[in-house]
């Protein structure tokens, strides 16, 4: 028997402004996003996609266990990336690949981190995780990585 397949849909609650331009974002539709677990479940997650009412650009709602354009879960990527033992992903070259990703854009992670110390925005003293500068670098607009260069969602 394959791994089961379980469903999410996810919605918050509080007022997001636009990362871009600080609009307001409005409820637009909905979009599925897959992702793979530690045990390789496949969970699917109906997100929430916001325009905004200033720059009209779209935006999609991202939890904080999804890496934008990454099919494994975001606890996955940091295991692999941390060489602890999982089950998930189950080739090595696939393990290659997430551990290379991550080498390539935690420069651009980290430069973007001290950007907003410099500028004061972000605090000297907290030492942030991989998944916190995803997220930081996502809600301030500088996520690069979408092979044809959008830069589209809010965690």
Not at 46 to 52: A, P
Not at 78 to 94: A, G, L
Not at 129 to 134: A, E, K, N, P, Y
Request: charged share 25%; net charge positive.
């Amino acid at each position: 028997m394959g791994p089961s397949i379980v469903v999410f849909i996810t919605t918050g609650t509080e007022t997001i402004p636009c990362p871009i331009c600080d609009g307001e974002l409005k409820h637009y539709d909905r979009r599925c996003r897959r992702s793979i677990d530690h045990e390789g479940g496949k969970h699917t997650y109906g997100l929430r996609r916001l325009r905004c009412k200033e720059c009209n650009r779209m935006h999609t709602e991202l939890p904080y266990l999804i890496v934008p354009y990454k099919r494994h879960s975001a606890a996955v990527i940091v295991s692999v990336t941390e060489h602890k033992h999982t089950s998930v992903p189950y080739k090595e070259r696939t393990r290659q690949k997430i551990r290379a990703w991550c080498k390539k854009v935690t420069t651009h992670l980290l430069g973007v981190w001290q950007r907003l110390v410099a500028s004061g925005f972000a605090s000297p003293q907290i030492v942030p995780d991989f998944i916190h500068l995803v997220r930081v670098t996502v809600n301030i607009g500088y996520w690069h990585t979408h092979p044809f260069g959008r830069t589209n969602c809010t965690v």
